[in-house]
């Protein structure tokens, strides 16, 4: 439990100190908010809305405003965990070798990602309310939010235990979130109903932030669509963090002092 | 008694072959030093023995805890030298770390504990490093250049905590491009075309 608590604490602190990130985050939601909004006409747009399987029209203004918190919170939440991950890598492998349990290290990385993207998504959702004064749902808008966070921190994670070059993990976490969270909103992709986009990561998030913001459903089904790609991505990641930190089979610890 | 021994030791770098059956045995309370040039494979052969590394062929077999120092620190940067040792006791689950302490006063880098890592200078940054590679106080110890960036009283210094491990019976491996103070191994070893030979000490 000692360790537990321990690896949780500093898993904390280190996603804290990454102030670049954190200062990007909330300076960039509120400027893009405004930036987005006053470029956005009020047009209605069909959205197709997957849990009630129909055609939503949506007012083009308010679903700029909630998609745009899901596009920066992927990008940013994304590059945080790749960032972090990739920079501690050595040093957690350091720790495990040291004895530190590989199942509560990566329990509390888990922690420490819910809690992070828990509080930053609340943050986005707080300046959401500042530009749109009326989504149906605050809370499953949110939970919308947490969502994206979840599936891109557990993305960046998996990139971060992979990848050796640092600048190749930001243009994938660039690239990949920005085409995900792109390609399911009619506004900038007027072909955003297709079927094959059910299978993308923020598809889940996408439809639960358009089922708080404009309806009473939750989009659960969805919504768990969503998690189980946060879940693949950090079982991924943490195979392979577990690979890259074993003893490698030349050695043979004969017996401990 | 033999803490360390590495029986027939092989590892390329696809046609490049670093080491070409190496065979090491190092025994307690004794101090030994590989030097070589540059590339000619101590990192690999150290990395191999602290179970970094896998070898392509042969053995390496460690009797008790190892404390392994890499040449660039590993630490992290986000957390300060009193919770690296924090971390580090949980890790080993230690009931304290007074011999981390210990070593603060001795390296004398206590007055920068609550310092977060990343703004500390290099030679600092290595002397945590090293701290982090003997807190559990390990019976074999695998220093790869652990002296670099070191200033000359900590130089000193860290001779006088290896002397104390020594006599404490640990046994010791430094390796280094460079060895000033031949006199004060017990053995030296030379990396040379992928084989270990003795130099006289």
Redesign the interface.
């Known amino acids: 439990m000692?360790?537990f608590l321990?690896?949780t604490k500093?898993s904390f602190?280190?996603q804290l100190?990454?102030r670049f990130a954190l200062g990007l985050l909330v300076l960039f939601v509120p400027i893009v908010y405004w930036m987005y909004g006053a470029v956005t006409p009020n047009d209605a747009v069909p959205f197709r809305f997957q849990p009630a399987g129909t055609f939503l029209s949506v007012n083009g203004h308010d679903l700029m405003y909630i998609t745009t918190g899901l596009n920066v919170l992927a990008l940013i939440i994304g590059f945080m965990f790749f960032h972090s991950a990739h920079?501690?890598l050595?040093?957690d492998?350091?720790?495990?070798?040291?004895?530190?349990g590989c199942l509560r290290f990566i329990l509390a990385k888990i922690l420490a990602l819910a809690v992070v993207t828990a509080i930053l998504s609340l943050y986005t959702l707080l300046i959401l309310l500042i530009f749109w004064h009326s989504p149906h749902n605050i809370f499953v808008v949110w939970l919308s939010y947490w969502l994206i966070s979840l599936v891109y921190g557990g993305f960046g994670l998996l990139l971060g235990m992979l990848l050796d070059s640092e600048l190749a993990g930001f243009f994938i976490v660039i690239m990949f979130s920005q085409m995900d969270v792109f390609l399911q909103i009619p506004i900038d992709n007027p072909a955003a109903n297709k079927t094959f986009l059910k299978f993308f990561p923020s598809y889940g998030a996408v439809q639960m932030s358009i089922a708080g913001g404009f309806t009473n459903n939750w989009a659960i089904k969805e919504a768990l669509i969503g998690g189980s790609w946060a879940i693949v991505f950090l079982l991924i990641a943490f195979m392979i963090f577990y690979l890259r930190t074993r003893?490698?089979?030349?050695?043979?610890?004969?017996?401990?002092? | 008694m033999r803490l360390l021994k590495a029986e027939q030791?092989r590892k390329s770098y696809r046609r490049n072959h670093v080491l070409k059956g190496i065979n090491l045995a190092i025994t307690a309370g004794t101090l030994t030093g590989i030097v070589g040039e540059n590339g000619s494979g101590k990192s690999t052969l150290l990395k191999?023995?602290?179970?970094?590394?896998?070898?392509d062929h042969?053995?390496?077999?460690?009797?008790?805890?190892?404390g392994?120092c890499p040449q660039e620190p590993?630490?992290?940067?986000?957390?300060t030298i009193g919770?690296h040792l924090?971390?580090?006791q949980?890790?080993?689950?230690l009931s304290d770390h007074k011999y981390a302490d210990h070593l603060l006063d001795e390296l004398n880098f206590r007055k920068f504990a609550n310092e977060?890592a990343e703004h500390l200078s290099g030679g600092t940054k290595q002397k945590l490093n090293l701290t982090?590679a003997l807190i559990?106080q390990p019976?074999v110890l695998l220093l790869d250049e652990p002296y670099l960036g070191f200033d000359w009283e900590t130089y000193l210094r860290f001779w006088g905590i290896v002397n104390e491990l020594r006599q404490n019976g640990k046994a010791i491996l430094v390796i280094s491009h460079l060895v000033f103070d031949q006199k004060k191994f017990d053995r030296i070893l030379k990396l040379h075309d992928g084989h270990l030979k003795e130099t006289e000490v």
């Open positions: 000692k360790q321990a690896a500093f602190k280190e100190a990454n920079k501690s050595e040093f492998k350091r720790l495990t070798r040291a004895g530190l003893y490698r089979s030349s050695l043979k610890i004969i017996a401990n002092n | 030791v191999i023995l602290a179970g970094e590394l896998a070898a042969g053995s390496a077999k460690v009797a008790g805890t190892i392994y590993v630490i992290n940067d986000s957390l919770e924090a971390y580090f949980s890790a080993y689950r977060r982090l559990h019976a």
